[in-house]
């Protein structure tokens, strides 16, 4: 199992390796709204772990361009967790 630690709420939830993050929705206060990557509500800076998500995809790349998401920010609905832990605050 994986773990994403939510840096602003002080909580760390468990979700099974390779899965997407928005497995996250209703575990914590993160929005999912879209869940397309076209809203930017689930937008989150990475503190630590980068590496243990998947590279962005075509469609979080372009919705970060859209919002100016910088090199440590990542959309939870199309980000993929691999392994190990990631701390994200939003």
């Given at each position: ?7 602003n709420?002080?909580?760390k939830?468990e979700?099974p390796d390779g899965s997407?993050?928005?497995e ?6 993160i ?8 809203c930017?509500?689930c ?14 995809n075509?469609?979080e ?6 919002f100016?998401g ?8 199309q980000c ?5 832990k990631?701390?994200v605050?939003?």
């Amino acid at each position: 199992m994986a773990t994403v630690e939510i840096k602003n709420e002080g909580k760390k939830i468990e979700v099974p390796d390779g899965s997407s993050l928005v497995e996250l929705e209703g575990k914590c206060s993160i929005l999912f709204a879209c869940k397309a990557g076209t809203c930017g509500s689930c937008k989150v800076k990475v503190l630590e772990g980068m590496e243990n998500l998947e590279p962005a995809n075509e469609t979080e790349k372009a919705g970060l361009e859209i919002f100016g998401g910088s090199s440590d920010e990542r959309l939870l609905c199309q980000c993929k967790i691999k392994k190990g832990k990631v701390v994200v605050e939003y």
